[in-house]
């Protein structure tokens, strides 16, 4: 059986769209759940659209998530150039499209775009031109060409019949050719559209599948007369559902929606980004939800796409992120915390042991320098934080906790995780009170803050026993001061 291959084709517009990089992925699954090959092609036909140094974002994209492609621009393959622009340069697509008129595909048209966008323009929605240009003679056209008049290659297509195809995820589609607008393949500066590169390059390039939006199910009828024309054998189609940011609106980089940067700038990790998005449309038959790159590959199953849109849901990315970073060997996590912690945290702190805190109550890296930002400074704070009801605290019960609390540590010959545990214990037992009675003020004493990733014990061993009984001394003051 023939190996798969396919494509991902980004224009060079800009950031990483989540979209976008959910059909990169879909693409990679697709090709190396049977050994395929993944192939990585620069659409930049649209120069006026093209951003400086968007292809290189789509390289450190594709690299940072893992999706490393077997032929491209950068690296090369016996189907290059992989950037349309550099394809063109050979007079290659003119060819094919001249051979296409040749055919009877297409068709040269000579006629004013400007009046062209004006009666499109009028007419609205569901324009299709009848190009008189069509029923010009060869000596006609021959001689226009000669007199230097400016033309574009337009589609030919019989507005008789029908033309269907199978899609994997939609099925069966047909549709009315009369429908069907016969577009420009060859435009007036020699440059190819969108629609026919795309479909020489897919012949060319041997793909097998192709894999993009359902945006393009309705231009894929005349997709497929260009293959017809020529003879060539068409791909099989998978049309992936939109990402929505909501019911009503998809997700798009245009309204200022997150991309691929955004996230990782807000503390996702890539890894768990591609692991969520792969299940924006898709699900597994066992109903797992985390997956590695190569599991994904073994698991994946075009006939599992759904029909339906997908709501992008941040809090279950976050979610998802919070579990790949509780789920990380500790040295690699404080690895990858650490710029984060040094950036916060200027004082001479164990940052392994700081690690260990945040690592279980870490739900994406940008939560890190607010959650440590006690360490370095006890920070103002109201003597209202000690009281909590489920901890049965008050002011009056925490300021005779903190008391004890201070006389213990400064009893400790030995401080270290064990004997700040058991004194903290102890002390509860010694003094009838409940654990919490302790901990809580404790807690909020040598913090200031009512949520933190850590308890009393592992906090008061980061801060060392100096520095933890200060913060204790100042607690005394502050509730003596507020009860008198």
């Not at 990790?269 to 066992?286: H, K, R, V």
């Not at 990733?453 to 009984?469: C, D, H, M, R």
Request: charged content about 30%; some cysteine; hydrophobic content about 35%.
């Amino acid at each position: 059986m023939e190996k798969a291959r396919t494509r991902f084709a980004p224009s060079p517009t800009g950031y990483m769209h989540i979209g976008n990089l959910r059909t990169a992925l879909y693409e990679y699954l697709v090709a190396k759940k049977d050994g395929g090959t993944f192939i990585l092609r620069i659409e930049d036909t649209d120069q006026g659209r093209i951003v400086e140094g968007a292809v290189d974002i789509i390289y450190n994209t594709m690299k940072t998530c893992g999706l490393h492609h077997d032929e491209g621009p950068d690296i090369g393959g016996e189907y290059g150039p992989y950037v349309q622009s550099e394809r063109m340069q050979c007079g290659m697509y003119k060819e094919y499209a001249e051979k296409l008129v040749e055919l009877g595909g297409a068709h040269y048209c000579f006629c004013d775009e400007a009046v062209l966008a004006k009666e499109r323009e009028e007419a609205g929605e569901g324009f299709l031109y009848d190009d008189p240009c069509k029923y010009l003679s060869k000596e006609e056209i021959a001689a226009k060409i000669a007199a230097g008049e400016k033309y574009v290659i337009r589609q030919n297509i019989d507005p008789e019949g029908t033309t269907s195809f199978d899609d994997e995820v939609y099925g069966h589609i047909e549709v009315e050719n009369s429908v069907l607008d016969e577009q420009i393949l060859l435009k007036s500066d020699g440059f190819p559209t969108y629609n026919f590169a795309n479909v020489i390059d897919d012949h060319l390039m041997k793909i097998t599948h192709v894999v993009r939006g359902n945006e393009y199910l309705s231009s894929t009828p005349k997709y497929n007369l260009i293959y017809d024309a020529f003879g060539w054998q068409k791909p099989t189609y998978v049309h992936l559902p939109p990402v929505m940011k909501d019911e009503h609106h998809k997700l798009s980089k245009r309204n200022g929606d997150a991309s691929f940067q955004d996230l990782v700038a807000k503390g996702y990790l890539p890894a768990a980004i591609m692991n969520y998005i792969a299940l924006l449309g898709w699900s597994p038959a066992d109903n797992e939800e985390i997956f590695t790159l190569e599991e994904l590959a073994e698991k994946f199953d075009v006939s599992r796409i759904s029909k339906s849109p997908s709501i992008f849901d941040i809090e279950k990315l976050t979610w998802m992120n919070g579990m790949y970073i509780r789920n990380m060997d500790a040295e690699a996590w404080y690895e990858l915390a650490l710029p984060y912690m040094k950036n916060a945290i200027k004082s001479d702190v164990d940052l392994h042991a700081v690690a260990a805190i945040l690592q279980q109550r870490t739900d994406k890296l940008t939560d890190i320098e607010p959650n440590v930002d006690f360490i370095d400074e006890l920070q103002e704070y109201d003597t209202a934080l000690f009281v909590h009801k489920k901890m049965k605290t008050t002011e009056e019960i925490a300021l005779k906790s903190l008391i004890h609390c201070k006389e213990m540590l400064e009893g400790l010959e030995e401080y270290n995780m064990e004997t700040l545990h058991d004194g903290y214990i102890g002390l509860a037992t010694k003094l009838e009170m409940k654990n919490g009675q302790i901990m809580w003020p404790a807690r909020i004493a040598i913090t200031g803050k009512d949520k933190t990733p850590g308890g009393a014990v592992e906090i008061s061993n980061i801060l060392g026993k100096e520095e933890t009984i200060r913060r204790i001394t100042v607690g005394i003051e502050k509730l003596q001061a507020k009860l008198g």
